[in-house]
């Protein structure tokens, strides 16, 4: 299912549940062959922009999407193409998002005779290779914070703002021009996340969550939660942001800066324990407000 999506590989390397053609007959379940190119087509989970190259024939739930490539493209090619595409230009804007077949048939695509689409491939793989192990070397470099046992703890809600309130800005003009950071723009792996879109206050102020300069972002809902989606939000326009509903917003008080509150709600700990405590079912399990709000940090 899209739950079971890795979180950062190319290929999908493992699968967490296996069965055999009997059950696949009985259930009426087709399957797509290795090569073949899946994402998520419903829910939140869009908005992760996930997209993996099965290494193997798989089946997979109503959840996910699967292209199947012929033998005019390269299937790599065709990942690499659509890895520039972000999955939400296909959703509809509904409450709960969904990717048409229809809308994805008609995208077009550059098409390169199939010799050059496999030199394409084979540069683009080099630069893959140069990525992944420059990700296994941050992977396996984490900061250590040297904690005095004379600290007192707190809870994040005693030295944070938790979710302020839209009414901070209930008297600038509706077309204020304000940053814009859909949940498939904020970063599982750096602090700061790239500014990329730019919209009018009317167009977000109903339904988008509200943020300000310096304030951190915390992805509450899986997968992105557990995928460590999170970040300080810098360089917004006119100072103020709007994101996914799925955000959870921490302001820092005078008593502690975006880079500790960051450094807190990255760490491993605080993933492990929030993942026993997420409530919901299926793909939009939350992390509540009130565990992170209660979360003691030094």
């Known amino acids: 299912?899209?739950?079971?999506?890795?979180?950062?590989?190319?290929?999908?390397?493992?699968?967490?549940?296996?069965?055999?053609?009997?059950?696949?007959?009985?259930?009426?379940?087709?399957?797509?062959?290795k090569g073949s190119i899946i994402f998520p087509k419903?829910?939140?989970?869009?908005?992760?922009?996930?997209?993996?190259?099965?290494?193997?024939?798989?089946?997979?739930?109503n959840n996910v999407m699967g292209l199947i490539p012929n033998d005019k493209i390269n299937p790599l090619f065709l990942f690499y193409l659509l890895k520039r595409l972000n999955l939400s230009e296909w959703a509809s804007a509904s409450a709960l998002p969904s990717i048409r077949k229809s809308d994805v048939e008609k995208h077009l695509i550059p098409f390169p005779p199939l010799e050059v689409q496999e030199k394409i491939v084979a540069e683009l793989d080099g630069y893959q290779n140069i990525i992944a192990g420059a990700k296994q070397i941050t992977t396996n470099w984490k900061p250590v914070i040297e904690i005095d046992p004379e600290w007192e703890n707190v809870k994040l809600?005693?030295?944070?703002?938790?979710?302020?309130?839209?009414?901070?800005?209930?008297?600038?003009?509706?077309?204020?021009?304000?940053?814009?950071?859909?949940?498939s723009d904020l970063s599982q792996?750096?602090?700061?996340?790239?500014?990329?879109?730019?919209?009018?206050?009317?167009?977000?102020?109903?339904?988008?969550?509200?943020?300000?300069?310096?304030?951190?972002?915390?992805a509450r809902v899986t997968p992105c939660f557990e995928n460590g989606k999170a970040g300080i939000a810098r360089n917004l326009k006119n100072k103020i942001g709007f994101g996914s509903s799925e955000y959870i917003v921490l302001r820092p008080t005078e008593k502690i800066l975006s880079e500790i509150i960051y450094a807190y709600v990255t760490a491993d700990n605080?993933?492990?324990?929030?993942?026993?405590?997420?409530?919901?079912?299926?793909g939009l399990q939350r992390v509540p407000v009130s565990f992170v709000g209660n979360w003691e940090i030094p």
């Open 189 to 218: 792996e750096t602090t700061y996340f790239e500014v990329l879109q730019t919209k009018k206050l009317s167009e977000v102020v109903g339904s988008y969550t509200y943020f300000a300069e310096n304030d951190v972002l915390l």
């Open 42 to 61: 419903i829910g939140a989970a869009i908005a992760t922009n996930k997209k993996r190259i099965l290494s193997r024939e798989s089946a997979y739930d």
């Open 1 to 33: 299912s899209d739950m079971n999506l890795p979180g950062n590989e190319l290929w999908t390397n493992n699968a967490n549940n296996y069965v055999n053609r009997g059950i696949l007959k009985k259930l009426k379940v087709r399957t797509a062959p």
């Open 157 to 183: 809600e005693e030295v944070c703002i938790i979710n302020p309130k839209k009414s901070e800005i209930k008297n600038l003009d509706n077309e204020t021009e304000v940053s814009f950071v859909p949940m």
């Open 270 to 282: 605080f993933y492990s324990s929030g993942k026993t405590k997420m409530t919901g079912t299926g």
